[in-house]
């Protein structure tokens, strides 16, 4: 073969290695995020084995180090965090209850029954991949006013703690205060004190020099 030949081949191979590349990066950016199953293109109830090729062989071909597109790094992080989700016992467990809530949702609408033909059918499985979303979707939105209220709940805590705190800080100001004065309200007694016997004395000497009258 001519080494012509050759480079125009290598060429085209190169192109559709990167076309293959930009494709995927794209697949992942588009997948629902919170479905960890869609991301790595895979279906639910594969073993932990699976997942972990599927994501060695995806993240080989799209890390940002083997290709130009600048959506990689995105894609990789995407890619990344759904192997996480799928490879913590909490996380994968949860997303299997919602799959599979999804599917009881959309059998009790239609009124099918668990050996019914439509349950097969491309047309059911496309419904209940949207129907998943949707699942997914609030169930997220259930987790957040969750951290929500626990927030607003620590906050609430916090401030009657530091309510407490300054309520004490007062108490304690207040007692120096208190005991800081006790000279001077001792001092202050003892002149009162002073002052009712002065009024005793000069009101006996006065006594003693009034006159009878008549």
Not at 21 to 47: C, H, M, N, T, W
Not at 98 to 126: G, Q, V, W
Not at 194 to 214: C, E, F, N, T
Request: aromatic content about 6%; charged content about 50%; glycine content about 2%.
């Amino acid at each position: 073969m001519a080494s012509d030949e050759r480079e125009a081949l290598d060429a085209l191979e190169k192109e559709a290695s990167e076309f293959t590349k930009d494709a995927e990066i794209d697949r992942i950016r588009k997948a629902f995020s919170l479905d960890a199953y869609a991301v790595l293109d895979l279906q639910p109830g594969v073993p932990e084995s699976d997942i972990k090729i599927q994501y060695r062989k995806k993240s080989l071909l799209i890390h940002p180090d083997k290709t130009k597109n600048p959506a990689a790094p995105d894609a990789f992080d995407r890619l990344k965090k759904a192997q996480t989700a799928l490879l913590d016992e909490k996380a994968r467990t949860n997303l299997d209850e919602c799959i599979a809530d999804a599917r009881r949702l959309l059998i009790r609408e239609h009124k099918y029954t668990l050996d019914s033909p439509e349950l097969k059918t491309e047309e059911f499985k496309k419904e209940w991949r949207q129907k998943t979303v949707d699942v997914l979707i609030e169930e997220e939105a259930r987790r957040r006013r969750q951290i929500k209220a626990k927030m607003q709940e620590e906050g609430r805590e916090k401030r009657k703690e530091e309510e407490e705190i300054e309520a004490r800080k007062r108490k304690r100001d207040a007692e120096k205060a208190w005991e800081d004065t006790r000279e001077e309200r001792i001092e202050s007694w003892r002149d009162w004190q002073k002052g009712i016997k002065k009024d005793k004395a000069d009101g006996g000497k006065k006594k003693k020099k009034m006159k009878v009258l008549g």
